[in-house]
């Protein structure tokens, strides 16, 4: 494919091509809404938005204000302000057995070892990458057979190894380290975001900053089939 492809072919290129299931999420962090695109009337989980930007057509752009979790956070967007009883409240949902941290200071570590961003955008656009012109990062659903190819065609051409994720929330793995370092990344996301997202055994996430994008398309060929050795 050329390099100056549009969203909508590289959409239409990867999803024939590879074969994938679901389609392909696009998110954009921006301070302004383009013309067209409604704003989000209400509160979720950004991982249940984001599936439900997979189901509807055109984008949606969505505030701190929108977001009850850290997705938000880990956007780039910033969070909602809570009264202290709320933000408490919020933690007790996440905190000890059976939840996703044993302990404050264990959530707080896990922090710490995320990427932090210097600047905070006012919306976050979501939509199918067939229908955002100028994506930000793109995000594929898909098994591990086809998340390696992804992985190997950027290797092969760049050397440079790509890091996964694993132990905290989905959007936390996800989007940071991807936005600030407009790179690739990959993860099993966690219970919750499997299960607002209908993820089955098999699939996983695969997060890729749109600059690489043309150079892991043009390397799919380059793949090695594992056959002859």
Known sequence: METTSTSAEYAAFLQES???????????RSNSIPEGIPSYDGVSFLCYEATASLERDGMV???RNNVVCGGAVYCGIGSRNLAKTDFD?????VIGPNRAYSTKPTM????QQLPHYDEKHRYLLMGKLEDMPDPEVVMIITDPQRVMRLCKAYTWKTGELVHA???TNWCGMSFPQVMSDRTMTFNFGDPPSR????L??????CVIHWDLLPLIVDNLKNVSTGEGY
């Not at 299960?195 to 209908?198: A, S």
């Not at 089955?200 to 996430?205: L, P, T």
């Open 195 to 198: 299960t607002f997202m209908q």
């Open 18 to 28: 590879e074969g994938y299931k679901r389609k392909i999420l696009g998110l954009k």
């Open 89 to 93: 409240q919020g933690l007790e949902m």
């Open 165 to 167: 994720f694993g132990g």
């Open 108 to 111: 707080r570590r896990v922090n």
């Open 200 to 205: 089955d055994d098999s699939e996983m996430f």
């Open 61 to 63: 752009a969505m505030t």
